[in-house]
């Protein structure tokens, strides 16, 4: 079982760029949620898809958007980046209630 | 608003030498307490999953209890490779998905 996996592991991009990032969850998990870790803090939400469809959403703006493939693995885009959006960005997968987390993407905005 | 706190922060150990990292937490209708370990860059491991007070799990030198506050996680005799970020998280019920981080505590342990 390979577990959740992301890609790219580090990334770097300038301000105002837009980036792709993307995870596929573990096997037999059919829903992805998606994290954002900055330096020192834990971990925060921003979005869960479950049948293809954003479930909740956490206090991100619009900037941040997501998608669910047929296969459940999912995306995370984010426009016009800031610096502030520079984190590890986290995809978790789920079945019922416990959560497994991927090894992250390491994004620096300059 | 769902809260977590986790204290200490920071906590050093010397190899051997058994402690606790607490985490109290505030939210309506607890559908779970989570504990993750993090390792520097890397994402979360789970580790456990709480459902009542009173409950407890135990993994190798850990040991998780729960109340009606708070969570503590009980390390016994640590070895040096112990050493990582504890993470909390809590699961509201209902229509509600998400996990609720606290900042976590890291411990260092010395050998």
């Known amino acids: 079982d390979a577990g959740v996996t992301q890609s790219p592991t580090h990334l770097i991009k300038t301000r105002g760029q837009q980036v792709t990032l993307r995870c596929s969850p573990k096997s037999g998990h059919d829903t992805v949620s998606w994290y954002q870790q900055a330096l020192g803090q834990g971990p925060q939400f921003i979005f869960q898809y479950y049948e293809e469809e954003e479930r909740q959403r956490g206090n991100f703006p619009d900037r941040f958007s997501g998608h669910q493939f047929p296969n459940y693995s999912s995306e995370l885009n984010v426009n016009a980046l800031l610096l502030g959006d520079s984190a590890l960005y986290l995809c978790?997968?789920?079945?019922?209630?416990?959560?497994?987390f991927g090894q992250g993407t390491r994004l620096t905005v300059v | 608003e769902d809260q977590v706190t986790q204290s200490p922060e920071a906590l050093r150990l010397q190899e051997g030498e058994s402690s606790s990292l607490n985490c109290s937490y505030t939210v309506s209708g607890l559908r779970g307490l989570f504990w993750y370990r993090q390792d520097p860059g890397k994402g979360p491991e789970f580790l456990f999953t709480?459902?009542?007070a009173g409950e407890e799990k135990e993994k190798e030198r850990l040991k998780a209890t729960l109340t009606k506050k708070e969570s503590f996680l009980h390390i016994t005799a640590p070895k040096p490779e112990d050493s990582a970020t504890y993470l909390c998280a809590v699961q509201r019920g209902g229509s509600n998905y998400k996990l609720t981080f606290g900042k976590g505590t890291l411990l260092t342990v010395n050998p």
């Open positions: 709480l459902y009542s």
């Open positions: 978790a997968s789920s079945l019922n209630t416990e959560a497994f």
